[in-house]
């Protein structure tokens, strides 16, 4: 008799959630996914964008389809997935995709999520690439590549560009050669260190969004970001400016004439970084640029005009 009684209310508990899957609406499960990420003090939005990937749905068409019931399907796969973003894991690590400069990047726990920042790096780069190098084939170089955002972006936006993207990491390069075939970007990968995969010829460009975070700075960052993005790519020695000293000692003798480097860097080491490329750049223009909410972002170093 118990058993029974077991089965039936096993059966009425599959039936029921069956029925929940059937029956709830758009709306309702992202006030309950927003709902319960809020309560952990994590951000309420990612919900939306689990939606929006999960319902194929862009995000005007979302508002406008809120009361259209989810698919089992789409219940179980929101669900699921809304439970990693409950653990704390990046929602673009959760969907496994990142939109930069209007292009969409796979990304994993091999490679940092691509910043709205960088963007403006790339930006940056074209408008004064463009000024300097009028109808010109050009070298470029992007080095610590990581999901090739920078250089797969590059190349779109300048296809006559010959673009070289290095990573140390093996994991990071096969991820960057996924998104430049998925984006149709012609580029030439290297695994190595630094400087080294293109130190057999000069360059006209050389772009670079290095790691620039202090090691002491770990115990103020999210755990989001500290518990799951690579850390080789986040951290670096000498209180973040191990790997702007590095590029400033070995890019002078591989820059061409005329030549620009750009590198994106943390917003208190503007005068830092700064100082490093106009030391080991005597005659040329180094230039602190910000970003959109008003902190040092860029430093670029060109040849003056």
């Known amino acids: 008799m118990m058993s029974s009684m077991r089965l039936l209310w096993k059966n009425r508990l599959i039936a029921l959630k069956v029925w929940i899957a059937m029956t709830e609406k758009i709306y309702e499960a992202l006030q309950r996914a927003s709902s319960l990420l809020e309560k952990k003090g994590l951000e309420p939005h990612t919900a939306q964008m689990l939606m929006e990937f999960i319902t194929k749905k862009s995000r005007a068409t979302l508002f406008s389809d809120v009361r259209e019931p989810l698919t089992e399907k789409q219940h179980q ?11 704390g894991k990046p929602v ?3 969907i496994g995709e990142e939109s930069f400069y209007g292009y969409t990047f796979k990304v994993d726990d091999n490679v940092l999520i691509p910043r709205p920042e960088t963007e403006e790096l790339v930006y940056g780069a074209l408008e004064r690439g463009r000024k300097m190098f009028p109808n010109k084939s050009i070298a470029v170089a992007d080095i610590g590549t990581g999901s090739g955002a920078i250089a797969v972006s590059f190349k779109k936006e300048w296809p006559e560009s010959h673009v070289t993207a290095t990573d140390i990491s093996e994991g990071a390069l096969e991820i960057a050669r996924h998104n430049a075939v998925m984006n149709d970007a012609d580029i030439d990968f290297r695994q190595g260190d630094m400087t080294a995969p293109i130190a057999q010829r000069k360059w006209d460009i050389v772009l670079s969004n290095p790691p620039y975070i202090a090691h002491a ?17 986040l951290f670096a020695k000498e209180e973040g400016l191990y790997f702007y000293r590095k590029l400033a000692e070995d890019l002078p003798p591989l820059m061409n004439n005329p030549f620009l480097i750009a590198v994106e860097i943390g917003y208190l080491q503007g005068p830092a970084v700064h100082k490093l490329f106009q030391d080991a750049f005597p005659t040329a223009y180094v230039e602190t640029v910000q970003d959109i909410n008003g902190k040092d972002r860029i430093i670029f170093c060109k040849t003056c005009e």
């Open 217 to 233: 700075e770990a115990e103020m960052m999210s755990g989001t970001v500290l518990d799951h993005e690579p850390h080789s790519a």
């Open 92 to 94: 673009q690590y959760v």
């Open 77 to 87: 796969d929101f669900w699921a997935k809304a439970t990693e973003l409950l653990e």
